[in-house]
């Protein structure tokens, strides 16, 4: 049988989680943006801090360290703001 001590745990489990889960909303939703380029080939982001423009060559390292060119017609740059 369910006892007014397991209702009282319950509620205070429930309220708990509750509160540790908008905590890390709020703080998620103060992180800093990334700041750099955002380099976009086809359906891939690249999120990158410098790039090279070598002629009509885009040369920038991806998050792997792997150098990465690609021809600029084939390029979209966005400049991440503050």
């Not at 509160?19 to 750099?36: H, R």
Request: hydrophobic letters at 45%.
């Amino acid at each position: 049988m369910i006892t007014k001590r397991f209702i009282w745990e319950s509620l205070a489990l429930v309220t708990f989680l509750a509160a540790i889960n908008i905590i890390l909303i709020f703080v998620i939703k103060k992180q800093d943006p990334p700041k750099g380029y955002k380099i976009r080939i086809k359906e891939v982001i690249y999120y990158v801090d410098t790039y090279i423009m070598d002629g009509e060559y885009l040369i920038f390292q991806d998050e792997f360290g792997r150098e990465v060119e690609v021809h600029k017609n084939f390029v979209s740059i966005e400049e991440i703001k503050e």
